[in-house]
């Protein structure tokens, strides 16, 4: 394997993938997203790191359970890596997913993924992009600033109107970098 981390840059997401033994279509093995953070956060958290959250994509052709992990002075190559080989082993022992697959942990990146309500929470007041399984006022995909989560709901400001989301209803959401701000701060620093 061959990193070419000077491309990527201090902002990127870091990630480490390696090849598992043990994969497939997720879905029609029955494997949720809450079993397999069942299983992996605390061991996640007991090496010191914050469990971010997971994704599994069961593409036939690149199956892949990536990992996020976060720490308040963030990611390396190296946390990755240990991460990795602490959940290979038990995914190897739990045997939780059937066939192969790419196991990915990363850190959360600028456009970091929101899987709780915390999570939405703790971001108040920052962009986010958020795509639904099932469409409110004839939507799925909806961008604004977070306004608050609590009791299962999502709070956003739609183009000044607040949109009122289910928490069981988000497919995917991500934070929205302000790359603008990001390069003026940059560019302050010099």
Not at 32 to 57: C, D, I, K, M, N
Not at 111 to 117: A, E, I, K
Request: charged share 25%; hydrophobic share 40%; glycine share 8%.
């Amino acid at each position: 394997m061959t990193w070419d981390w000077e491309r990527w840059g201090a902002s990127a997401p870091l990630f480490l993938s390696v090849r598992g033994d043990r994969a497939g279509a997720y879905a029609e093995y029955g494997l949720s997203s809450a079993r397999l953070t069942q299983l992996l956060q605390p061991l996640v958290e007991a090496l010191g790191y914050e469990f971010v959250g997971l994704e599994h994509h069961s593409n036939p052709k690149s199956p892949a359970l990536v990992i996020y992990i976060d720490r308040p002075d963030g990611i390396a190559v190296e946390d990755c890596e240990r991460v990795s080989r602490e959940v290979a082993a038990v995914l190897d022992v739990e045997d939780p997913i059937p066939g192969h697959y790419n196991l990915e942990v990363s850190s959360p990146g600028l456009d970091r993924p929101l899987f709780t309500l915390e999570q939405f929470e703790r971001f108040t007041g920052q962009l986010a992009q958020v795509s639904l399984f099932a469409p409110v006022d004839g939507r799925r995909k909806f961008k604004g600033a977070i306004l608050g989560a609590a009791e299962g709901k999502v709070r956003l400001d739609q183009d000044g109107t607040e949109v009122v989301l289910d928490m069981g209803n988000i497919a995917k959401a991500r934070l929205v970098p302000d790359y603008a701000s990001l390069f003026t701060k940059r560019e302050e620093t010099r």
